[in-house]
């Protein structure tokens, strides 16, 4: 498993402060991805168990959760950096293309928060009413996606318009 960067970020995961890992090789290769660097596989520094110890001991205070951009078709290794995160204390977070029915049982089983849905130019993102993706809560299945638009930008009637 490797990534591309990381960074602290606020907004992907309301109510917690995130350490975001941008992970590389993703197959699903959506059209429209704000991602498409991360689709090679061969960018970016490999995501060791060491490497992870050293960013969550180095940002421990700083941050609640762990979120991952993809990963998911690193099941195995995931699952183990999940594991780890968790019993570290902090929460846990994955953004993946896939449906939600096909989110491996053993990733659903360590996340708190899955953004699933494949993106969709002519639906938009989460800031849009329209988008066939959803960000919940794991535990509750709570729909995250008002986050997104209550005192933002719902971007879905001009999306309309442009069809």
């Not at 491996?104 to 988008?131: A, F, H, R, V, W």
Request: glycine content about 8%.
């Amino acid at each position: 498993m490797r990534y591309s960067d990381i960074k602290i970020v606020l907004q992907e995961v309301p109510t917690e402060i995130s350490l975001a890992f941008f992970i590389t090789g993703c197959p699903l290769r959506c059209p429209g991805c704000h991602s498409v660097r991360e689709w090679n596989g061969s960018i970016g520094s490999e995501l060791s168990d060491k490497v992870l110890e050293n960013f969550l001991q180095k940002y421990q205070i700083y941050i609640s959760c762990v979120l991952f951009l993809g990963g998911e078709w690193y099941n195995e290794t995931l699952v183990k950096h999940l594991k780890k995160i968790k019993e570290l204390g902090f929460k846990t977070a994955l953004y993946t293309g896939l449906n939600k029915k096909d989110v491996p049982i053993e990733i659903l089983k360590n996340l708190d928060y899955l953004k699933y849905g494949s993106y969709q130019q002519q639906l938009g993102g989460l800031s849009s009413s329209m988008t066939n993706q959803n960000l919940i809560n794991v535990h509750t299945n709570e729909s995250l996606n008002k986050y997104f638009l209550q005192g933002g930008f719902d971007d879905s009637a001009e999306r309309s318009a442009n069809q």
